[in-house]
């Protein structure tokens, strides 16, 4: 009995697949310059983080955040700045951050509170922290936040 019918990639002859590269507008930085304007953020951050700029620090990291193939190391260089950030910052600030923060950055950070939950061990941060940014962002911003952090194609 033939079963190769079975290994057939029945999608090669279907008009209308929704490729991945289709459901959002790519980023137009070559990868090189992603990770460079990571790093270049990373130092940002710290010089704010000395100056005691919680908001200006978190609004550096969260504007044009890498997304999309081939930057993966921006990501995660992306995201360990932003830990950083989240580990520094007392409870009682959390808040009034959040607030001060526009949409589409509190879109983002949720995008990224949800990564770092999601990676094994909830990696240099603990999960307390993570959930309490959670809290606080949800109730700023409402549960469209993390509705609209949900369907965006754009992961970070």
């Not at 990291?61 to 910052?89: F, H």
């Not at 526009?102 to 949720?110: A, E, P």
């Not at 309490?132 to 509705?147: P, S």
Request: charged share 25%; proline share 4%; with cysteine.
């Amino acid at each position: 009995m033939d079963i190769n019918f079975r290994k057939i990639d029945i999608d090669q002859y279907d008009e209308d697949v929704l490729l991945e590269s289709e459901l959002y507008e790519p980023d137009l930085r070559d990868p090189a310059q992603v990770v460079n304007d990571a790093k270049q953020k990373a130092a940002a951050v710290r010089t704010s983080l000395a100056k005691g700029d919680i908001t200006g620090a978190l609004t550096t990291v969260l504007e044009n955040a890498p997304y999309g193939p081939n930057v993966e190391e921006a990501k995660n260089l992306t995201l360990q700045t932003l830990v950083s950030i989240l580990n520094s910052t007392k409870a009682t600030e959390i808040p009034g951050v959040v607030k001060s923060l526009s949409t589409d950055t509190q879109d983002t950070l949720m995008k990224y509170l949800y990564k770092g939950m999601a990676m094994p061990g909830w990696g240099d941060v603990s999960g307390s922290v993570l959930l309490g940014w959670h809290e606080k962002l949800t109730e700023a911003a409402g549960t469209g936040c993390i509705v609209r952090a949900m369907t965006d194609r754009r992961i970070v």
